[in-house]
């Protein structure tokens, strides 16, 4: 059974940086796409960067250029870098993921794309 446990999250002020990570078990995660994904309160939860199986990710317009995702196959463990948080980022944190057999898995932005979910890491940024 797939798991996945984020780790990371904190307070930091408008600027920082925090790094997140998402261990997971029960699966061979170098044949998965995984993604990040962010909730604030009273809002939709909303893709944050995927990655696919082939290591190709998709951010969102909102991170790029201060977000960077990575995966640790041999680890089974995914990581977030943030680096200039800004307000906006706050917000609870989740790692996403999901397998096709075999197949390329893209991952992206999307809620439906995933199928296994951790319990998130909260983010709190102030200005």
């Known amino acids: 059974q797939v798991q996945l446990v984020e780790s990371g999250g904190g307070s930091v002020q408008a600027g920082g940086s925090l790094k997140l990570s998402c261990a997971g078990s029960g699966g061979t995660y170098s044949s998965y796409c995984m993604g990040w994904f962010r909730q604030a309160p009273g809002k939709e939860r909303e893709g944050v960067v995927g990655i696919g199986s082939d290591g190709s990710p998709t951010y969102a317009d909102s991170v790029k250029g201060r977000f960077t995702i990575s995966k640790d196959s041999a680890k089974n463990t995914l990581y977030l870098q943030m680096n200039n948080l800004k307000p906006e980022d706050a917000g609870m944190y989740y790692c996403?993921?999901?397998?096709?057999?075999?197949?390329?898995?893209?991952?992206?932005?999307?809620?439906?794309?995933?199928?296994?979910w951790g319990q998130g890491t909260q983010v709190t940024v102030s200005s």
């Open positions: 996403a993921a999901n397998v096709w057999g075999g197949a390329y898995c893209y991952g992206g932005l999307l809620r439906a794309g995933y199928a296994y």
